[in-house]
């Protein structure tokens, strides 16, 4: 990080079939793990990061928005002015799961 260092966290999430609604889930938990750790960069000795991270094993491959804006019904226009966060995936069906350490 620029000028220091920081704690990262990851929010793993395990989906067994699709799921519509996995972006709003992700930003619920999201927002409860900043709350959680909002003020305490002092305590910690770093700034707290959260990365979102799906595993996905189900059928079909996986399919839905990989960014959480992606997802919400709105015109190109209005989209950078919607939160946003990139939704990584790692679809167990179609990867090798001893590779996932090296996944970005």
Same mark, same amino acid.
């Given at each position: 990080?620029?000028?220091?260092?920081?704690? +990262?966290?990851?929010?793993?999430?395990?989906?067994?079939?699709?799921?519509?609604?996995?972006?709003?889930? +992700? +930003?619920?938990? +999201?927002?409860?793990?900043?709350?959680?750790?909002?003020?305490?960069?002092?305590?910690?000795?770093?700034?707290?990061?959260?990365?979102?991270?799906?595993?996905?094993?189900?059928?079909?491959?996986?399919?839905?928005?990989?960014?959480?804006?992606?997802?919400?019904?709105?015109?190109?226009?209005?989209?950078?002015?919607?939160?946003?966060?990139?939704?990584?995936?790692? /679809?167990?069906?179609?990867? /090798?799961?001893?590779?996932?350490?090296?996944?970005?």
């Amino acid at each position: 990080m620029r000028g220091g260092q920081a704690c +990262l966290y990851a929010l793993i999430e395990h989906k067994s079939g699709r799921d519509d609604a996995v972006g709003f889930q +992700l +930003l619920g938990y +999201l927002s409860a793990g900043w709350r959680d750790l909002r003020g305490q960069s002092e305590q910690l000795g770093c700034e707290p990061l959260i990365v979102p991270l799906v595993v996905y094993h189900g059928v079909p491959e996986w399919s839905l928005p990989c960014r959480f804006s992606d997802g919400l019904p709105v015109d190109d226009e209005l989209r950078p002015l919607l939160l946003d966060f990139p939704i990584e995936v790692f /679809d167990v069906g179609r990867g /090798d799961e001893m590779k996932l350490s090296s996944h970005p």
